[in-house]
C-alpha cells in the first residue's frame, strides 16, 4: 500500500499547491485575503459549503454511530440537514440583505453593527471560540485516532496532529479563504468517490443489504428501530438535534460567511439545493459502512473498527485513498474553522489595514497551537461532541436572527442568548444540573429559548410599528 499512499498524496498536495498559487496574490486587501473577493459561484460555494458540513466526523463518526447507535443516525443527522437546506433558502436571502445595509467583516462585527453594541461582537466570537475550538480539535482528535491505529509503528497520534496543523497554518497563509475553499472543493470529492467506494465494498462483505439487516436483526435488533439498543435516539435528542443543526449557518460563523461571499442570490438558492442532495449522498454509505461494523465488529473499540473497515478489510489503492481522504477532510475542516475565528476576530478590531491583518494571522496561529492541544484530550465519541457543537453555538442564534430581521434588533435578545450560553456552559462543566423537566440540557433550553425569542421578537416588532405609527 506504501506505493499507493505516495502516489495519492503525492496527487492531493500537488493540487493544493497548485490551488495555493492560483489563489495568491502580492497585491490583495484584507478583504481579498480574508473574503476571496466576495465573487464565489455556485459550484465552488455548494463544495466549500458541503465539505466544510460534511467533514471528518462524518467520514470516521457516523459509520461508527451507525454500529453502536442504529438507523436512527440516519434521522439525526439527515432529516436535520434536509431542514436545513429549506431555512437556508430563507436565511441567505435575509442575511445578504442586511449585509448588504450594514456592512460585513465577520458576523461578530456584524452583530455588533447592527445593535450597535460591541457586547454584541463580543457574545458572538465567545460562543464561536468556546465551541469551534472543540469541534476544531474532534476533526484532530478522528484522524490521529485513525494514522495511530493504522500506522501504530510510524509516528506517534500527536505527531500527526502537529502535521495537519502545520500544514494547514502554512497554506492557509498562503492562499486565504478562497484557497480554503479549493481545498474544501478538492476534499469534498474525494470524500464523496472514497466513501462509496468503501460502503459499497462494505455492504458486499456484510452479504448484501437483505443479509446484513437480517445477521442485525438476530445479534442486536435494537440497532434497526429507535431510540436504538442504547436509547440514545429518543425524541428530545431527536428534535434538540434538528434544531442545533438547522441553526449551524446562523450560529457557526465558518458558514454565515459563505454565504455572505458568494456572488449573488441565485448562486446561494443554486449551493442551497445542491448541499441537500450531497447530504443523502455522503451520509447514505456510512450507513452501509455501519452496518458492516454491526455484523462484524459489534464488541470492537472505534479505533480498532474504523482502522479495520477503512484500511485492513479493503484492497490497497481504496485502503490508500481513504487514507488521503481523511487527511483530506480533516485538513479542509480545521483551516475552515480556524480561519472563521481569525476573521470573527478581525471583524471586532480597529486600525490600520495592515495592523489588523497582523494581529489576525498571529490569532490563527494561536488558535491553532491551542486546538492541537485540546486535540489530545477529546474523547473518541466524534459525533456526540460535534453535536455539542452544534447546540452551544446556536444559543446565540437569537442575536443573528434578530440583527438579520431588525434595522434596530431588541437588545433583550443579547440578554437571553448570554443567559442560555452561559448556562449550557456551565452545566457542561458540571456546575449546574444538565438538563431539567425530564430533557438533556439543549432541548431543555430550546425549550424556553425558542418561545422567548419569538415573544422578545412579536413585542419589538409591534411597539416599533406604534412608535412609527404614533
Given at each position: 500500500m506504501t506505493g499507493w499512499l505516495i502516489l495519492f498524496f503525492t496527487l492531493f498536495l500537488a493540487s493544493l499547491g497548485y490551488a495555493s498559487y492560483k489563489s495568491y496574490s502580492k497585491n490583495r486587501s484584507a478583504d481579498d485575503f480574508m473574503f476571496a473577493g466576495s465573487n464565489i459561484g455556485a459550484i465552488l460555494g455548494f463544495l466549500t459549503f458541503s465539505a466544510a458540513l460534511f467533514s471528518a466526523f462524518t467520514f470516521m463518526g457516523m459509520p461508527d454511530f451507525f454500529r453502536v447507535h442504529g438507523v436512527g443516525a440516519w434521522i439525526f443527522l439527515g432529516l436535520s440537514d434536509a431542514l436545513m437546506v429549506f431555512f437556508l433558502l430563507w436565511f441567505g436571502y435575509k442575511l445578504r440583505k442586511r449585509a448588504a445595509e450594514v456592512g460585513y467583516k465577520g458576523v461578530a462585527g456584524f452583530v455588533q453593527k447592527c445593535f450597535q453594541n460591541k457586547w454584541a461582537g463580543y457574545l458572538l466570537f465567545v460562543s464561536s471560540f468556546l465551541f469551534l475550538i472543540p469541534y476544531v480539535a474532534i476533526q484532530i482528535r478522528g484522524i490521529s485516532i485513525f494514522l495511530d491505529a493504522a500506522f501504530p509503528d510510524l509516528i506517534p497520534g500527536w505527531g500527526w496532529a502537529t502535521l495537519l496543523v502545520v500544514l494547514m497554518l502554512v497554506y492557509s497563509e498562503i492562499g486565504g479563504l478562497k484557497a480554503i475553499m479549493y481545498s474544501d472543493a478538492i476534499q469534498g470529492l474525494i470524500m464523496l468517490v472514497v466513501i462509496w467506494i468503501i460502503g459499497y465494498t462494505c455492504l458486499q462483505m456484510a452479504g448484501g443489504l437483505e443479509a446484513g439487516i437480517a445477521k442485525v436483526t438476530d445479534s442486536n435488533a435494537g440497532l434497526l428501530s429507535l431510540p436504538g439498543p442504547k436509547g440514545l435516539f429518543s425524541s428530545p435528542f431527536l428534535i434538540a438535534s434538528a434544531i442545533a443543526i438547522v441553526m449551524i449557518p446562523v450560529s457557526q460563523p465558518q458558514f454565515t460567511t459563505r454565504l455572505v461571499v458568494m456572488k449573488d442570490l441565485k448562486s446561494v438558492h443554486r449551493m442551497a439545493y445542491a448541499v441537500g442532495f450531497f447530504a443523502i449522498l455522503v451520509i447514505l454509505p456510512t450507513a452501509f459502512i455501519g452496518l458492516y461494523g454491526a455484523v462484524q465488529y459489534a464488541d470492537?473499540?472505534?479505533?480498532?473498527?474504523?482502522?479495520?473497515?477503512?484500511?485492513?478489510?479493503?484492497?490497497?489503492?481504496?485502503?490508500?485513498?481513504?487514507?488521503?481522504?481523511?487527511?483530506?477532510?480533516?485538513?479542509?475542516?480545521?483551516?475552515?474553522?480556524?480561519?472563521?475565528?481569525?476573521?470573527?476576530?478581525?471583524?471586532?478590531?480597529?486600525?490600520?489595514?495592515?495592523?489588523?491583518?497582523?494581529?489576525?494571522?498571529?490569532?490563527?496561529?494561536?488558535?491553532?497551537?491551542?486546538?492541537?492541544?485540546?486535540?489530545?484530550?477529546?474523547?473518541?465519541?466524534?459525533?456526540?461532541?460535534?453535536?455539542?457543537?452544534?447546540?452551544?453555538?446556536?444559543?446565540?442564534?437569537?442575536?443573528?436572527?434578530?440583527?438579520?430581521?431588525?434595522?434596530?434588533?431588541?437588545?433583550?435578545?443579547?440578554?437571553?442568548?448570554?443567559?442560555?450560553?452561559?448556562?449550557?456552559?456551565?452545566?457542561?462543566?458540571?456546575?449546574?444540573?444538565?438538563?431539567?423537566?425530564?430533557?438533556?440540557?439543549?432541548?431543555?433550553?430550546?425549550?424556553?429559548?425558542?418561545?422567548?425569542?419569538?415573544?422578545?421578537?412579536?413585542?419589538?416588532?409591534?411597539?416599533?410599528?406604534?412608535?412609527?405609527?404614533?
Open positions: 470492537s473499540t472505534s479505533a480498532e473498527f474504523l482502522s479495520a473497515a477503512l484500511l485492513f478489510d479493503q484492497a490497497s489503492p481504496v485502503a490508500a485513498l481513504a487514507v488521503v481522504g481523511l487527511f483530506a477532510a480533516c485538513l479542509s475542516t480545521t483551516n475552515a474553522q480556524i480561519f472563521a475565528l481569525g476573521t470573527e476576530l478581525r471583524s471586532l478590531l480597529s486600525g490600520s489595514d495592515k495592523k489588523v491583518m497582523r494581529i489576525t494571522q498571529i490569532a490563527i496561529f494561536v488558535f491553532s497551537i491551542i486546538v492541537l492541544v485540546f486535540s489530545t484530550y477529546m474523547s473518541d465519541e466524534l459525533v456526540l461532541l460535534a453535536r455539542v457543537s452544534f447546540a452551544g453555538t446556536s444559543m446565540i442564534a437569537p442575536v443573528v436572527l434578530g440583527a438579520v430581521i431588525f434595522k434596530h434588533p431588541p437588545k433583550s435578545l443579547l440578554v437571553l442568548s448570554a443567559i442560555a450560553l452561559s448556562y449550557f456552559v456551565l452545566s457542561l462543566a458540571e456546575l449546574v444540573p444538565a438538563g431539567f423537566a425530564g430533557l438533556p440540557t439543549d432541548a431543555a433550553m430550546y425549550l424556553i429559548l425558542i418561545p422567548a425569542t419569538a415573544i422578545l421578537m412579536l413585542i419589538h416588532h409591534f411597539s416599533s410599528k406604534s412608535s412609527h405609527e404614533a
